[in-house]
Each structure stands twice: as C-alpha cells, then as structure tokens.
C-alpha cells in the first residue's frame, strides 16, 4: 500500500520550455503533497506544500510564478516548471501523506535536465 | 539552529554487521514525530520507521529498529544483519506544523552507508 507513482521520471529540454510533473497517490487519498528538489549529495529541500482544492504554501525564497503547483484532486498534484533554465536543472521529488499522523510516502523523482 | 543532526557524513560496516545511525533533534513541541528514510542511489525516498514522541516503546521494522532516547534527544537507527542492499543514504526527519498547519518534514543531511561483503 501507500505508492505514489511521479511522472516523469527523466526529463531533458531546451531552455524557456515549461515542464510539467505529475504526482499521484494511487492507493490512498492525499490530503496534502509536498514538492521537494534535491541537489547531488545534499538533503531534500522543500519547495513547497499543496493542500487539496487551495493554493499551496512555498517556502521562503522559492518562486512561486517559477514553480507553479496545482492540487486539483486527493489524488493528483502537479509542479510545472516555468520557462526553465540551466538553473532549474535538478532531482525534483513529490511524497504524499494521507493525514496528519501519517508518514510521507515519496515518488520515485524526476530527474530535470535544461540545455 | 539545525533542528536534526546527522553527525556521520559516511559510515561502513560490514555484511551481516549491526550498524547504528546518528540522529539528535531540537525541538520545543512536546507532540513530534521522527522518522528514517533510505535513498538508494537510484533516488527514489523509502520510508524505514516512525517514532512519535508519546510512544512508550521504540519502534521496530524488521531490521530496523530506533533507539529513541528523548532526555537526549536523539532518535538513532539500528540495522541489524546488514546486507548490500543496504548501501544508500540514510535521512532522519522529524515533523512539525508549518504556518499552514501542515506537518511539514525537517531533514537532517544524511548518512551514507556502505555495506562491505
């Protein structure tokens, strides 16, 4: 139980493009997901949180016009990278929890890469 | 202040070895919850165990176990028999409620472990 399925799992593009990325809970109703990004050998960092049906909560110092984020359904969230650069090029990562006690359950990543 | 301490960059150990993990916290919040996450060279997050701060006995899983000692705030991972696939990274967490009310994760900066044959 509790998989949380990302897609997709590697992307390579062009600079200015916007790239989407889809997490989904598939056993479980996710009441909130968060959006992490991970540099080479360093520690999650997280990006942002996004609650079912409301506008999701970044953290300080993440552009929220850069990285937009929709929660649509229990079920379904979404990052779209907007107009990347060679910046932007990382290891992004969603996880879903079903309820405030529960654990994060994490997608396998997406691993963005921007020429 | 960093909330969660992983103080071993890098560990080894040997194959069918026990292993112990680091991981002191800091916290006012009398209600938390600590967690251990393996990340596999191939990425992906795979959650080990949970203790919450209530919890009278230390959690189990298999091979895991956590040894939460909350005078001392610390909360370290022990694997027991190790094997290859062990080998990863290893993340210590602890939740809190960020201003949204939801209950954010705090990450340590890991340990990897490397499991010798």
Redo the contacts between chains.
Sequence with gaps: G?VVSQHPSRVICKSGTSVKIECRSLDFQAT?M?WYRQFPK???M?MA?S?EGSKA?YEQGVEKDKFLINHASLTLSTLTVTSAHPEDSS?Y?C?A?GG??Q???????T?LSIL | AQKITQTQPGMFVQEKEAVTLDCTYDTSDPSYGLFWYKQPSSGEMIFLIYQGSYDQQNATEGRYSLNFQKARKSANLVISASQLGDSAMYFCAMREINAGNNRKLIWGLGTSLAVNP
Aim: overall charge neutral.
């Design positions: 509790a909130t968060f360093q520690s999650l997280l949180t609650n909560t290891f990562i996880s929890s405030s006690n654990p994060q359950h994490f997608g396998d990543g691993r």
